[in-house]
């Protein structure tokens, strides 16, 4: 789903009398690769610029969703079981949003450009390997490294762009562009996932990141400009505990899905995870320079839009996975019509976001107009509920219209709750940690949902005198139908948070962050 869009602003702010793209050390080079070189072809060339931004940005916010489609096919081609499928999503998830503080903080240190190159290649050799990938291991391994790869780029992309388009009007329409790219970026990935599986293989929904990363590394070499150097420190430990910590628990909910709650293995997990998360915490609180201000959090609306924001995307995230497995193994569509089943949901998103920015939230107020959204997508979440065997696509485009007119409504508010009143040296931190937030609730969303997945599928009864493929169908279409009430629960657990925690403000969420006098505010989206 979509990406928020307001990232470090604190990150990407240049000292007074500073020009975008000025080099903060002279490196050695060749004539066209030296910083005043780069910076006369970035003025020269704006438009090319900003295409490398954005197709970078949408290369990384697709392949969340560009998977989705051919999971049908690649657990048929590798041998993955039900419950381990899932990994497919959360090795990604997991390591973009556990890095993705650690890669705004490179770009500080290193500086911009070279950790946006550097991320780019990542990606770009890891979507190769997994393309190559003769089993599931090799597969997980290449999507985590694409995460750390896109946790690189990212952040970088957006303060690249900031930078490198210094004038008001022009940063505002830039920006205007990458906000459509992040909202849009998930149904591209879910179509063109479902054209490559169709024409081609589930292999080329990994492969297609090569030649467009590599057209990316070549040309954006010599055009990107430098940004200044920032002294300071890496907090590893601190990206490594929460990222290996998260991931443990995703992989104890995975593991009780298919092993059972008393395994050595699920209580292992759970133990692994418990201990690295209290030595994260325990971590920031001492570090120089946390890579999660823990400060953040003493803001109640703050806090609480954290927590909402983590509940929604995790019943989001199983509606995607076990919708799209619905489509494609109940309905018996092709990867290409799931692809474009989705459609629908995107286009009301964007509508609906844009209209919550530009009109809804002056009009109706940001508190309120959560609650309608949230309402809206717990609404949505429950009508799938009533999903059957028998169900044809009538019964799945409502719900989604639904689920996806809520959400729009609701993250342009949500967002703003999650940037109020941050102190600007913690701006950054606050906005990549809106992102953490919906990467991490999507990969333990998923994780929780297909356990209850699981342990349905093994209690459900089959009725006598079904055939082999009736029968799976009884039984995914009964376990689906827990996993749909589950995540309905975490709507609602959503709803109740957003009314009864976060209080009503006064101002407008375009006040929620202070901003410099000369650079505007971008449009909140998600």
Do not use: C
Not at 329 to 339: E, I, P, W
């Amino acid at each position: 789903m979509p990406v928020l869009t307001p990232l470090a602003r604190s990150l990407t702010r240049r000292p007074s009398g500073e020009s975008a793209g000025q080099p903060a050390t002279q490196a050695a080079g060749s004539a066209a690769g030296t910083p005043a070189r780069r910076n006369r072809l970035a003025q020269a060339s704006p438009a090319l610029v900003l295409a490398i931004i954005l197709i970078s940005q949408l290369m990384v916010v697709l392949d969340a969703t560009i998977v989705n489609v051919a999971l049908h096919d690649i657990k048929a081609s590798l041998g993955f079981s039900a419950a381990g499928l899932s990994w497919v999503i959360n090795a990604y998830t997991l390591t973009f949003g556990g890095f993705l503080l650690l890669g705004a903080r490179a770009g500080d240190i290193l500086g911009r450009r070279q950790v946006f190159l550097g991320g780019i290649a990542l990606f770009t050799v890891a979507s190769l390997a997994g393309g190559f990938a003769t089993n599931p291991g090799e597969l997980l391994a290449a999507r985590a490294l694409q995460g750390v790869g896109g946790a690189l780029a990212s952040p970088s992309a957006l303060a690249l762009l900031m930078t490198m388009f210094p004038d008001p009007k022009a940063r505002t329409r830039a920006l205007g562009l990458y906000t459509a790219v992040s909202i849009g970026g998930a149904a591209v990935g879910l179509i063109a996932g479902g054209m490559l599986s169709e024409w081609a293989s589930w292999r080329w929904v990994l492969f297609v990141n090569v030649p467009i990363g590599a057209v990316l590394f070549v040309l954006a070499r010599p055009v990107l400009g430098d940004t200044p150097r920032q002294p300071g420190r890496f907090d590893l430990a601190g990206a490594i505990t929460s990222t290996i910590g998260m991931a443990a628990l995703v992989y104890g909910f995975v593991t009780a899905a298919s092993d059972g709650w008393h395994d050595a293995r699920t209580i292992g997990s759970f133990a692994v995870g418990l201990v690295l998360l209290a030595a994260f915490v325990f971590t920031e609180l001492r570090a120089e320079a946390p890579i999660t201000p823990l400060r953040l959090f003493a803001n109640r609306n703050r806090a609480s839009s954290y927590v909402a924001r983590l509940f929604l995307v995790a019943g989001m995230m199983g509606m995607f996975f076990f919708l799209t497995q619905f489509l494609r193994g109940v309905l018996g569509y092709s990867d290409l019509v799931t692809g474009f089943a989705f459609l629908p949901l995107t286009l009301v998103v964007f509508t609906a976001s844009q209209l919550s920015a530009r009109v809804l939230v002056d009009r109706v107020g940001a508190h309120r107009l959560m609650i309608i959204g949230i309402t809206f997508s717990t609404t949505g979440m429950l009508w799938l509920t009533q999903l059957g065997e028998h169900s044809g696509y009538a019964s799945v485009v409502g719900p989604l219209m639904v689920f996806g007119l809520g959400n729009g409504l609701a993250f342009v508010p949500l967002t703003s709750a999650a940037l109020e009143g941050v102190d600007p040296r913690d701006a950054g931190a606050a906005s990549g940690l809106v992102n953490v937030m919906q990467q991490l609730g999507g990969a333990l969303g998923l994780a929780v949902l297909v356990t209850v997945f699981g342990s349905a599928s093994k209690s459900a009864h089959v009725p006598a005198g079904l055939s082999p493929a009736d029968a799976a169908r009884h039984v995914f279409v009964t376990a689906a139908d827990k996993a749909f009430w589950t995540a309905s629960a975490f709507l609602l657990g959503t709803l109740l948070l957003v009314a009864f925690a976060i209080r009503g403000e006064r101002r407008t969420p375009a006040a929620a962050v202070p901003v410099a006098a000369d650079e505007p505010e971008p449009a909140l989206a998600d």
